[in-house]
Every structure is written in C-alpha cells, then in structure tokens.
C-alpha cells in the first residue's frame, strides 16, 4: 500500500471519530493556509526588493518603501506565530478528543464482545492495541495528519509559484520528482509492513509480561525465573528487530529525499544563474527561486518520518478496527422479554461445539422446575462448564434450543436474562477495589446493612471484621491477601446480593475446608430456596445440596434422578461416586 492509500485507508478507519471534529480540523486548516500562505509572500517581497528597491534605493521614496516592505514582513511574522499556535493547538485537542472517544468505544466494545472472542484473544495483544495502537493514531492526527496536509500544500504551491515565476527553471527542478515519487511509494510499502510487524510484536511483548505477572506465583514455584529472563530476552531481541527494521527504512528514505533536494539546488544555482548572466532571467527570480528551495527543505525534512508514521497509523487503525468490527452480544441481543423469571430451565436436543469437528454437547434434553436444585455430575472434560454457559447465553448452542419460562432464551432480552442469573465460577476474580465494592459489583446503591447480610449468609462477615478497615479493605486484582476460600466467599456474597431467580454454583465451595463447607452449605441451602440452582458437583459432597443430579458423559445425559436412585442404578455414577467417597 502506498503513502497515498495508507492516508486514505487510516482517514476512513477513522472519519466516524473524526467526523464531530471536522469543524475544528477545518479551522486547523484554514491556520494552516495562513501559516503556509505568508511564506509564500516573503520570497516575493524579497524578489521585488532585488529587482525594484535595491537598484534604486538612492531615488527618493525608495527607503519608505523599504520600510514599509520590513514592517510588512514583521508583520506576517507576528500573524504566522499566531496562526501556527492555533494550528498546533486544534489538532493537538482534536487528536485527544478523537483519542478519549476511540478509548471510550474500544472500552466499551470490549463490554460487549462475545465470550467467543475472548477465548482467542491474548490480554497483552488487547492491551497493546488499547493503549500502544491508540497512541499511534493520536501522534497520527496530532502531528501526521497536519504535516502530510502542509507537505502537500507546500509542495504544490511552491510548485505553482515557481511556473508563475519561470517555468522553465521550475520544470527543470523538478525533473527529480518521478526519482522522489517511486522512492516514497517503494518505502511506503515497506514501511507499511514493518509498522504491523512493529504492532505484532509489541502485542506479543506485552503478552508476555502480561501473562508473566499474572503467572509470578507458577514461575517462582516451578524456579524459572533466570529462564524467564532469558525468554522475556529472545522476545525483547524480536521487538528490537522489528523496531530497527522500521527506523532502517527511513533511513533510507531520508538520503534519497535530501539529494533530491541537493539536485533541485544545482540545477537552479546552474542553470538559474546561466540565465540571469545570460540576461534571460532576473536575479530577484533566482533568489526566489532559491527562498523556494528553502521553503521546500521542511517538508522534505520531515516526509520521510512523516511516511513511516501514516503507515504506522495505517496499521494501528486497522488493528483498532478489527476489534471495533468484531460481532458483539448486541448483535444478537434482539429479545425483548422482560417479564419476571420463574425459573424453569429446559434443554431440547442441545448440542453444542467450540470447533465444528470436536462436538462437546449432544442432543442434551432435560427438564429443571423453578426452584428445584439440580447437580451436573460427569468426568472431567465431560461439558459441565459449557453446559452452564450455555444459559446465560455466553455462547449459542449449535443445535435445539434452550428455554427459560417455556421461552426460546433468544427471546429474552440479554442484559436482563444476565441479570437474573447470579454464577459464582470455580476461579474467583475479585477487582481492585475495597471487599465492600467487590460484594456490591451488581448492586453499587446497596445498603450497608444489605452487604453485611449477605456477608453473613456466605460466612465471610465475622473475617471480614478481623481486617483493620473492614469492609474498605481494599483487595488486589487476584484477591491478593485472602485466601482461596475467602475470596469465594466474597464471591458468593456478591452473587446472594444480585438476588438471581436462578443460580449457577460451579462447585463454588471446592475451596473450602470440611466444616466451613458444612456450614457454608446450611446457608446455601437458605439461599437456594425459591431459586433454581444448578451446581457443578466436582466433589460427591456438592450433591447433597441437590433434588435431582444430571450425571453428563462425554457431552450427553446419561441419567437424571436423584443420588439414591443413580446409586442403585447407574454404573458410571456409582463408579465416580464411590472412587471420590474414597
Ligand atoms: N473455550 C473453549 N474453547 C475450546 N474448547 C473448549 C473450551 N472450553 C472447553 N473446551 C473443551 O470442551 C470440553 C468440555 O469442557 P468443559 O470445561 O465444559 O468440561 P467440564 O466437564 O466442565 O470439565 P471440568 O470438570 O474439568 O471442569 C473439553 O474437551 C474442553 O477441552
């Protein structure tokens, strides 16, 4: 992709952003014109001097005009300093602002992504995009946008002026250009590619840190930090590559452009100053000619690193895009119902896959009443998690249909059908936040009195109190400082004070010791009243909170009934069973 298409390509990645600002960027622009505009005029006046004032400075009125000429010039120079402090400070806003509103729809989209999504994308490489990508197109519309539009407006002015003024010399310096144009496409391309090589590994980079902080525990128990080290170094040498490839390229570029430009000055010192000895050619031209020159030293100075960032941009945007474009949940959220849940749950010939080859749920059909208590009982790998997933509608199912209340779950409107459904997952994730915002996540208006109820009921109040701030204790991305139990707790505490109609507990008190489990039970089963409950039994102890008990093999039911009946007649059931009683 050439400079050109790149320009363009970033410009309709980001016009929807840039599309409220376009009043700002047009003011930016008319600066610009005035900025550029006067620095036309100056070589002008300076040739009129040459040719008009110079010569006859002694004949009277001649030194008025001189001075009339300077404050002329001074104040064009007053008048540019102006212009070019609006120029710079409306596209330094407009780029923030574009930037805060891309943040926000990033951030935003990243809400509503599918699951899906997710299981494929790296943390780092979402960060890197978020925040590295972000900051390129911000340099983009900052800077690169308004020297790619004065490289264009300078050389094409300059271009028109020197025709004005002679256009034979003006055709003769430019007979470099078709030399200067192959060289910006050629490096254009190249650059294009080392940007996204560039993009690439600094995603990669930032995965790596990323999943080595969160993994820190995993690296020192297993003693590989030198290891780590010496990795993080292979990947920290691929980023240095990649980023020296990328500076390479303009430095190549930058030489061709300068003796471009060297060129443009021999020929109009040779063949300029041939003419005007051979009187063909005034010598106030040729000093315009060379004030041209000069003019054009800017844009030329700056084009080569100018290429590099419209290609990095390029690049970044597109990347920015891919996530903007991705299919979201509201995409598929076209279900209005909204009437309060019951709670019946059914499953109708559900299968489900992740990858088409490998089916994890076949022809799954059962039936749940409100408030019944059902356990998922399997192997592991048999698709209990999926199963669950399945219902709060984190993934569709690839075939039958799930129904809550006798409707279709599409037709449920999803933040609601969410919001009734309260999970507390096998891994605990608590926010950086005090415990009180972590139990009120769903419900940030509750009361004092409420959080501590629901603290009491998931056995966590009495702890909780033992802190020296209670309940503002503030706890780490990981719950850091509480132990594995605890953060269960709080996390049950969280999903009691969401008051779903129907729960999902993946075998939520599997960190649990012997007599906080028990009692963690007792108030489970208080909870669970009036609720449908579905709980991911990883331990036979979990199915004692169960009416009935879904017993999941390979993807299909092999039974439902409850644990007497399975004992007595279900092989597969009492096999696991009495393995774990053992
Ligand atoms: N996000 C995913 N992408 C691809 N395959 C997946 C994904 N999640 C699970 N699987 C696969 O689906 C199958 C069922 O996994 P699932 O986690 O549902 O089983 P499970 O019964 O809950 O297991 P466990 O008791 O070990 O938690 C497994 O073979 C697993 O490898």
């Not at 055709?171 to 470099?176: G, P, R, W």
């Not at 995409?331 to 896959?353: W, Y």
Request: hydrophobic fraction near 45%.
């Amino acid at each position: 992709m050439d400079h050109d298409n790149a320009l363009r390509s970033t410009l309709k990645i980001l016009w929807p952003f840039l599309r409220p600002y376009r009043a700002h960027l047009a003011a930016a622009f008319g600066a610009m014109i005035l900025v550029d505009g006067f620095a036309y005029i100056v070589p002008a006046i300076i040739a009129y001097a040459t040719d008009h004032i110079y010569p006859s400075l002694q004949e009277p009125g001649m030194l008025r005009r001189l001075t009339a000429l300077s404050g002329g010039l001074l104040a064009i120079a007053i008048l540019r300093g102006i212009a070019v402090h609006l120029m710079i400070r409306t596209f330094w806003f407009t780029a923030e602002a574009v930037v805060r509103d891309l943040r926000n729809s990033l951030y935003e989209k990243l809400q509503h992504l599918e699951t899906a999504f997710y299981d494929q994308a790296r943390t780092g490489d979402l960060m890197s995009r978020a925040t590295w990508d972000i900051q390129l197109i911000r340099n983009f519309i900052a800077f690169g946008l308004e020297h790619r539009l004065r490289i264009t407006l300078i050389s094409a002015t300059i271009f028109a002026l020197m025709l004005l003024q002679d256009w034979r010399l003006a055709l003769a310096v430019y007979t470099a250009i078709p030399l200067f144009i192959a060289a910006i496409i050629h490096y254009s391309r190249k650059m294009r590619s080392a940007g996204a090589a560039q993009q690439r590994e600094m995603g990669r980079l930032n995965t790596h840190i990323q999943e080595n902080i969160t993994g820190i525990r995993i690296v020192k128990a297993f003693a590989l930090e030198e290891e780590e080290i010496k990795r993080f170094d292979r990947q920290n040498k691929r980023m240095l590559q990649r980023d020296l490839e990328a500076s390479l390229l303009q430095a190549y570029l930058n030489p061709i452009l300068l003796i471009t430009d060297g060129a443009g000055a021999l020929i109009v010192l040779a063949l300029g100053g041939f003419r005007v000895i051979s009187g063909d050619m005034s010598l106030g031209t040729l000093l315009a000619f060379i004030t041209y020159l000069s003019v054009m030293a800017f844009p030329l100075r700056i084009l080569a690193f100018n290429t590099a960032l419209v290609n990095q941009a390029a690049s970044a945007a597109h990347r920015v895009r891919q996530i903007l474009t991705s299919p979201d949940q509201h995409q598929r959220n076209t279900g209005q119902c909204r009437t309060p849940i019951r709670g019946a749950i059914s499953f109708q010939g559900v299968g489900f896959h992740y990858h088409p080859d490998t089916p994890v749920l076949k022809d799954v059909s059962f039936e749940i009443d409100p408030g019944e208590r059902v356990a998922l009982f399997g192997l592991t790998g048999a698709g209990k998690s999926t199963l669950i997933s399945l219902i709060p509608r984190f993934y569709p199912p690839t075939a039958g249909s799930i129904l809550i209340d006798g409707e279709n779950i599409e037709n449920w409107d999803l933040p609601y059908l969410r919001s009734r459904i309260g999970t507390v997952l096998q891994e605990t994730f608590l926010f950086s936040a005090t415990i009180r915002d972590n139990i009120a996540f769903a419900r940030p208006d509750a009361s004092d009195q409420e959080i501590q109820q629901v603290a009491r009921y998931a056995q966590i109040h009495d702890f909780i109190m033992t802190l020296p701030q209670g309940y503002h204790t503030t706890v780490g991305e990981y719950g850091t400082g509480l132990s594995g139990g605890q953060r269960q707790r709080i996390a049950i505490a969280r999903t009691l004070l969401q008051d779903p109609q129907i729960l999902i507990l993946d075998d939520s008190t599997s960190s649990l010791d012997a007599v906080t489990e028990r009692r963690i039970q007792q108030q489970l089963h208080t909870l669970m009243a009036g609720r449908t409950t579905i709980i991911i039994a990883q331990r036979v102890s979990s199915l004692a909170l169960a009416d009935r008990i879904i017993v999941l093999d390979k993807g299909t039911v092999q039974a439902m009934d409850s644990h007497e009946v399975l004992l007595e007649q279900n092989s597969l059931y009492r096999t696991i069973y009495e393995k774990q009683e053992v």
